[in-house]
């Protein structure tokens, strides 16, 4: 997908406990998103960054942390995952705010 | 807030039966109306960007326009190939806002 990578595609993990999830690009775009996709709530932002070392908060931040300490990495930590958080997550780059977004192949996660 | 609703939910037509789809949206002054296709398993793939009302872009069968209220993406003559979920996104021009909003989507069936 246009140099965007996501690990793990699928995971299976229990209540309480802490996961990460990984977004690795190689195009050197400034900005990197993490959205979840659920039905009927579509695709809802959770972090993004717009450089290393900054990242903002997105509608549905709770219960998620981030970390960016190179430009082609972004983690999207769940510190201690819910049944809620059960989701398909999606990283995304893009150039400059004006752009679109290219998205990775995603990460389907089942919290049990 | 940023708001993004589609229409319909799901649509199935014959193949070579042209439609609409439609996306409503309400933003504090819009930078870019965005339009994705996505197949089941993975992530959104760009279609178009629409700036401002009146603008138009084509690709293949697909056409999407833009007002200061929707946008609509016509697909003219679709085959079976264009079944999809297509997602429409807003971004604004300031603040949160600058990030994208996107609707839930409408899941396009093209019988043959």
């Known amino acids: 997908d246009a140099g965007i990578t996501q690990s793990p595609r699928h995971k299976v993990t229990e209540t309480g406990t802490p996961v990460t999830l990984r977004c690795h690009q190689t195009?050197?775009?400034?900005?990197m998103y993490w959205y979840r996709q659920d039905p009927g709530h579509g695709l809802r932002l959770i972090h993004y960054?717009?450089?290393?070392?900054?990242?903002d908060k997105g509608e549905v931040s709770d219960g998620y942390s981030v970390s960016r300490s190179k430009t082609e990495d972004f983690l999207l930590t769940l510190e201690s995952a819910t049944s809620s958080q059960t989701s398909v997550y999606f990283c995304?780059?893009?150039?400059?705010?004006?752009?679109?977004?290219?998205f990775g192949s995603g990460t389907r996660l089942t919290v049990v | 807030e940023d708001q993004v609703t589609q229409s319909p939910e799901a649509l199935r037509l014959q193949e070579g039966e042209s439609s609409s789809l439609n996306c409503s949206y309400t933003?504090?002054?819009?930078?870019?109306l965005f339009w994705y296709r996505q197949d089941p398993g993975k992530g959104p793939e760009f279609l178009f960007t629409?700036?401002?009302a009146g603008e138009e872009k084509e690709k293949e069968r697909l056409k999407a326009t833009l007002t200061k209220k929707e946008s609509f993406l016509h697909i003219t003559a679709p085959k079976p190939e264009d079944s999809a979920t297509y997602l429409c996104?807003?971004?604004?021009?300031?603040?949160?806002?600058?990030?994208?909003?996107f609707g839930s989507g409408t899941q396009l069936t093209v019988l043959p």
């Open positions: 995304a780059i893009s150039e400059s705010e004006g752009n679109g977004y290219t």
């Open positions: 195009e050197n775009h400034r900005y």
């Open positions: 960054s717009y450089g290393v070392k900054d990242t």
């Open positions: 933003v504090s002054g819009l930078r870019g």
């Open positions: 629409l700036y401002s």
């Open positions: 996104a807003v971004q604004g021009i300031s603040g949160s806002a600058r990030q994208l909003t």
